[in-house]
């Protein structure tokens, strides 16, 4: 059996700063066990008061973009300024197949044995609803244990990059000069969600190629103004290889963070992106209580039949299933 | 007030073929009142018997890449062959941009005008759970009265795809060529979704390019077998303007669908859906059940500052909230 410490143990644990009970409560908050989950749920609003402090970096791109060496290089030349910097994930897509993201440290070796940096993949065995909990926790969790930066990284389409805008204050999109006109098929919605991009892999004879992309992005970020934030999204070189434009990088997020201090905007995100955590994790529990009740067990055993056959209209089974388990109350 | 019919009236409308009615019917699973859609869930029901008749086909594809010349010149083909083609969109995004794909029926102008074909945009202010629901309803809605192929459109990236490839037989990409190496930003898992790939707008000079990315994509589908229904995904070509290869589509079309039905894999595919669907159901009945809930309300309007400040954990008021909700019973 795995060891748990008490509740006290991991919050002092975390407030000095150890990263091995940092790293034990964050397992704590990813276990499937209920009696873990909840443990971790007291953990954090134990230390709910040392959170909020940090900067939250969302990270996105296609695959190829190059995300890992630009978190390697951007995490190392945060820490030469003194920070410390988390790295999380969020990959839906872990579960299927075994992570492609922050599965392999060692893909970020500089940052993986430096004691000021903590790297954490994906949580796995999760649905995309349970990854974004346990990330958001754990992201919490950095911050008690001193942590200023957190970089999460996700995958460069789909829903996952709702998820880590929800949870992060600032979201900034790799893309590469010269892969088409297409905006290498970043949806649109992505675009409208990025607060900067970064045009990676400027080295060598990408100078000019860079150049002129940016000038085209730079363009289309006109068809995406944030008149809600006052932001206009900036479009950066940068290089991973050479260092060229990374502290470029952090002074326009530093900029942003201080214009949205200065304005309501920074604290009514957090503020919204709360509210958002709660109603994810309702669905959540709201589904488990569902699966776990015993009526709706027995209804399901003998009805399932039906709707797999296509005898009965999965949208009835569902009603009545759904009516059973609400009318029972404390029974449940 | 809009006009209701009585089931009876809905269900001998549809089984006569009445577009009319049948339009009617899907604007009444469409509705944000619950009288309206029990209506509609029991008529699915009804005509039930009548649907599972149909090929069921999803199509994708980044913006730009020709879905809605594709689908009308398809569709085209398909009616002149005889065939009753119906034309349903999952967008999920349509509800906050107001809607990008087939949101105008003038895009599809032959199919729009043809009898035998019938077209319908994506709902609007649903959830991607409720859109997704709907459409299904409205696909076995169009079985019912008698068409036989149903082209489910959806964009080209993030979880709509999974939505449209839980309601659909065969799953159709559409690529262009030389639009990048980075196989245009689609995602690893929409590849591993597809039965077939298509790349399209292949006229003027662009065959050349357009065989060679055929053998392109062909290389990387070995890396997406489906040894769970034997099949391996086939890259073709095909130009909508001039009408080249799209027989050639409906012909592998048609070979999967002979040999997934001398298979178990085809009903057992449907089967899976049918299940999936009810989840999903459960889900958004669920939800809508606890937000209605008198206590639930009243704790929310009390606690939910605390959560928005970060005084309060959202993970523990969310606990607490279903807890409450759970507790109740009949008096709900």
Redesign the interface.
Known sequence: MRKRLSLQDYAAGIRSGNRVILSQAITLAESTLDSDR?LA??L??EV?PM??NSLRIGITG???VGKSTFIEAFGKMLLDQGKKVAVLAVDP?SQ??KG?ILGDKTRMELLATDKRAFIRPSPSGHTLGGVS?RTR?AM?LCEAAGFDVILVET?????SETAVKNMVDFFLLLM?AG???????????IMEMADALVIHKVDGDNLDPAKKAKSNYQNAFHLFPHPEKNWSPKVLLASSLTGMGLEKVWDLIVEYEQKMKDSTFWEAN??GQ??N???D???D???Q??LRNEKVKKMLESE?AK?????????????R??DL????????
């Open positions: 909840e749920s007291l954090v609003q709910l959170t909020g296609v695959p190829g897509t299927l197949s492609s909990a926790e919490l995958v460069g389409v789909g829903q590469l892969a088409g006109d297409e905006l290498q098929g970043i949806k649109k919605g957090r503020a709360r509210i955590w709660m109603e994790q309702i669905q529990l709201l589904g209580a569902f399932k709707v797999k056959s296509g005898e009965l209209h999965p949208g009835v089974l569902a009603q299933l759904v388990f609400l009318a029972q109350g404390e029974k449940r």
